[in-house]
């Protein structure tokens, strides 16, 4: 299992459960987006701040392989790690695992950009300098 800059735990909610008895494939993508929100947030870059003042975080690709369903009930857990793609392009590989085995649930690769106020993209002095801070690699 590889390293992570951030890792956040979960258990799964009964609403989260399809007809099926396991979670809604929409679900997934919440589970990263708030493990996402929530590491940004923790490295200065706070996504509600940023869009009250016209730098736009947004998704532009997801890319998601489905291995195991989780259930409810479930406690598992999400690694993240981030990268920039390109000067405009910034890349997440977020990885889900359940608890209490470790057993590979989904892969996935989120990549985004930020949007100036004319919603062209650029990246913004303080965005920089938070991606500076993280020492991002690819």
């Known amino acids: 299992m590889e390293e992570y800059l951030y890792r956040l735990d979960f258990q799964v909610r009964d609403y989260e459960i399809d007809m099926q008895g396991i979670v809604n494939n929409s679900i997934y993508q919440n589970y990263l987006e708030h493990t996402r929100h929530e590491f ?9 701040a940023y869009t009250k003042g016209q730098i736009n975080l947004v998704v532009v690709r997801v890319e998601i392989d489905y291995k195991f ?3 409810s009930g479930d406690r598992f ?3 993240l790690n981030m990268f ?3 000067r405009l392009r910034f ?4 990885d889900i695992y ?7 649930v989904l892969k996935a690769k989120v990549t985004g950009t930020s949007l100036n106020p004319n919603g062209r993209p650029a990246v913004s002095p303080e965005l920089e300098q938070a991606f500076a801070k993280l020492d991002l690699q690819k």
């Open 77 to 79: 857990w999400i690694g």
């Open 91 to 94: 890349a997440f590989l977020q």
């Open 84 to 86: 920039k793609e390109s």
């Open 69 to 71: 369903p989780l259930q």
């Open 98 to 104: 359940l608890l209490p085995d470790d057993k590979p």
């Open 40 to 48: 940004l947030k923790e490295h200065g870059i706070d996504f509600a």
